[in-house]
């Protein structure tokens, strides 16, 4: 903050956090998962006033890592319908099942211990949100493996998947949209105005796209 320090390599919740207004450059090591997060972490850099820069490092392999937390947060509905189905298959007469029944260990490839702990993830996570399923406390007052309080899965008689498929189909839009921002060849100002409802009728004349410096590699940062 004092200025000692000229480069500092930080996760995206770290950089944040900086309220420093004469930061000169940021760099992605790769595009966040939405258009939100990139734009307010560019925000970062030249909150003075002053020129800055915000430079992106692309790859194929981008989207990856946003696609696997949306496949976890909120699974594919054909996926969720058949761990549904056996959930009931296996559920007692009492319309419960224990998390680590053999069938559904099977299925999940192994027992959903963060589940089991309280924390709403995964495929049981999903079902739990839709209101497909209920955590209930299983009898007795031990505890489990690992300090967890035992439980046992509650299964509605019925499942409405059109929560998890809303949310999952605006995850995947704000995958694709940085995906076209990373490719496009228009003017990247105009691209995100346009994104967030906002018009551009002339170009910027400082991004890549606009004002590209070929003999630095750098913006043209007094274009």
Aim: with cysteine.
């Amino acid at each position: 903050m004092q200025g000692a320090v000229r480069v500092v390599v930080a996760t995206n919740a770290f950089g944040m956090g900086i309220d420093k207004a004469d930061v000169r450059t940021v760099i992605h090591v790769q595009l966040p998962t939405t258009l939100e997060a990139y734009y307010q972490e560019a925000g970062r850099a030249g909150r003075d006033g002053l020129p800055a820069a915000c430079v992106s490092f692309r790859g194929r392999g981008d989207g990856r890592l946003g696609r696997a937390f949306a496949d976890a947060a909120y699974p594919a509905p054909r996926r969720l319908r058949t761990l549904w189905h056996a959930l009931r298959a296996a559920a007692g007469p009492d319309g419960t099942v224990a998390p680590d029944d053999p069938r559904l260990v099977a299925l999940m490839g192994g027992v959903p211990r963060a589940w089991m702990e309280g924390e709403p993830v995964g495929p049981l996570g999903a079902l739990e949100r839709a209101g497909a399923v209920i955590r209930r406390p299983a009898s007795g007052t031990g505890r489990g493996r690992g300090g967890s309080l035992p439980c046992r899965i509650a299964v509605r008689s019925s499942l409405d998947l059109a929560l998890i498929r809303r949310r999952r189909k605006r995850v995947l839009a704000s995958l694709e949209a940085v995906r076209r921002y990373a490719g496009t060849r228009e003017c990247r100002t105009g691209a995100l105005l346009r994104y967030f409802g906002e018009l551009s009728r002339e170009a910027c004349g400082r991004c890549d796209r606009c004002g590209w410096d070929l003999e630095t590699g750098w913006p043209a940062l007094d274009g």
